[in-house]
T-cell receptor, first 114, second 109 residues
Framework: ETGVTQTPRHLVMGMTNKKSLKCEQHLGHNAMYWYKQSAKKPLELMFV???????ENNSVPSRFSPECPNSSHLFLHLHTLQPEDSALYLC?????????????FGEGSRLTVL | GQNIDQPTEMTATEGAIVQINCTYQTSGFNGLFWYQQHAGEAPTFLSYNVLDGLEEKGRFSSFLSRSKGYSYLLLKELQMKDSASYLC??????????WGAGTKLIIKP
């Protein structure tokens, strides 16, 4: 138990569907992150939120839309995805974005796009 | 560009010692992390090095040489539960985390 909870754990969707991934952290952290993890590749940072404000968008396609209503919750809205978007999506949190503390990860949402 | 290199896969025997290497080329340096990730689970923090030298934590140790852009994770008295992927990450001058692709460690009886 890392204090970061992601739902759903598994998701299968068609290219025309709309779905959302949810992340919640119970650690009192101020920063939250979305990462994409594909087999045998480094973690790819997608979005960063610090105190609910988006501070990073790493050239992510607009079919991925993040939302951060408060410091404890983070969503990733998905629409018209492509099969190459199939991956494990990891949420993480940390005290802040400009310190040397470690990230705490959720167990991920395994996404399959058909 | 920024780059982290680590072996893709390693195999070791239960009870033995294994060293997983990580070399990095980044814009600045604000610490190096090792994470463990079991299949289907969250990556979990193992160690943090910001100064040169060896940090020991139980059966696991992590070493850093900033001048060489090099780190290793040393696992002693290997147990079957140590079978996992080990991720190396460096925080650069902008406090961005640069990740390696991970090393899958297979422990055999």
């Amino acid at each position: 138990e890392t204090g970061v909870t992601q739902t759903p754990r598994h998701l299968v969707m068609g290219m025309t569907n709309k779905k959302s991934l949810k992340c919640e952290q119970h650690l009192g952290h101020n920063a939250m992150y979305w990462y994409k993890q594909s087999a045998k590749k480094p973690l790819e940072l997608m979005f960063v939120y610090n105190f609910k404000e988006q501070t990073e968008n790493n050239s992510v396609p607009s079919r991925f839309s993040p939302e951060c209503p408060n410091s404890s919750h983070l969503f990733l809205h998905l629409h018209t995805l492509q099969p190459e978007d199939s991956a494990l999506y990891l949420c993480a949190s940390s005290h802040g974005t400009s310190d040397t503390g470690e990230l705490f990860f959720g167990e991920g949402s395994r996404l399959t796009v058909l | 560009g920024q780059n982290i290199d680590q072996p893709t896969e390693m195999t070791a025997t239960e009870g033995a010692i294994v060293q997983i290497n990580c070399t990095y080329q980044t814009s600045g340096f604000n610490g190096l992390f090792w994470y463990q990730q079991h299949a289907g689970e969250a990556p979990t923090f193992l160690s943090y090095n910001v100064l040169d030298g060896l940090e020991e934590k139980g059966r696991f140790s992590s070493f850093l040489s900033r001048s060489k852009g090099y780190s290793y994770l040393l696992l002693k008295e290997l147990q079957m539960k140590d079978s996992a992927s080990y991720l190396c990450a460096v925080r650069d001058s902008n406090y961005q985390l640069i990740w390696g692709a991970g090393t899958k460690l297979i422990i055999k009886p």
